[in-house]
């Protein structure tokens, strides 16, 4: 089995744990979760528009990014925590606590949702509106089965979990890349990489809950 069909193999296992799940329900909350670099936003968004193709009304799956939750810049250098933004205490729990409530619940006809905008550095409110129509929530981010209080928390609200694993030497060269891709000189990539997003990583790799489905791979 060659690279492209295993990754294709992985793809379709977590696409059949997905549907098979749904079934029955009025609605299914799914968390993405894994280190920064393990491609969850990529596996999110390929899985909802899957998952919408396949729909007769294209109106089945949304996704709720954890990023969305990121605390303001200006917050941030308040507290003196701006050059970890993206370490667990950079974020707005409750409100991402709130929303997933809401969403479980599932009594409103449509829920706002934030996003985070990568060109401005800044979390949008209410960017993504999802309908209570849509049966299939897929939550991503790093810190959804974060074994420490308040994430584990969370765990309560998601009926499928999906860890992506993937090896900390393939994380560092993909993070290196996306600060390189940012205009940043391959010092300062290095520099940030290891500073922040992989002391993020290792926590997401020693302290995660177990996931109901674990996709072990080089690339994810």
């Known amino acids: 089995m ?22 029955g329900k009025d609605r299914l909350i799914v968390a993405i979760a894994g280190a920064p670099g393990s491609g969850k936003s990529t596996l999110s968004d390929r899985l909802c528009q899957r998952l919408n193709a396949g729909a007769a009304d294209g ?3 949304a996704v709720v ?20 933004k993206g370490a667990p205490f950079t974020f707005d729990v409750g409100g991402l606590n709130s929303i997933l409530s809401r969403l479980k619940a599932n ?19 209410g960017a993504r509106i999802i309908p209570k129509s849509r049966k299939i929530i897929l939550v991503e981010g790093n810190y959804l089965l974060l074994d420490l209080p308040p994430w584990s928390g969370l765990k309560r609200y998601f009926d499928l979990s999906v860890a992506l694993s993937v090896p900390f030497s393939t994380l560092e060269t993909r ?46």
């Open 2 to 23: 060659n690279a492209t069909t295993q990754k294709e193999h992985r793809f379709d296992r977590v696409f059949d744990a997905i549907h098979e799940a749904a079934e």
């Open 59 to 61: 109106d089945l799956a």
């Open 65 to 84: 990014p954890m990023d969305g939750f990121h605390l303001d810049d200006g917050v941030l250098r308040e507290q003196g925590t701006l050059a970890r």
């Open 107 to 125: 009594r409103e006809d449509a829920v706002a949702v934030p996003l985070f905008d990568r060109d401005l550095e800044i979390a949008r409110a």
């Open 175 to 220: 993070l290196i890349a996306r600060w390189t891709e940012q205009g940043f000189s391959q010092g300062e990539a290095r520099r940030r990489a290891r500073e922040n997003d992989l002391v993020n990583a290792g926590l997401v790799q020693e302290k995660g809950l177990d996931a109901t489905l674990v996709i072990e791979a080089e690339e994810a």
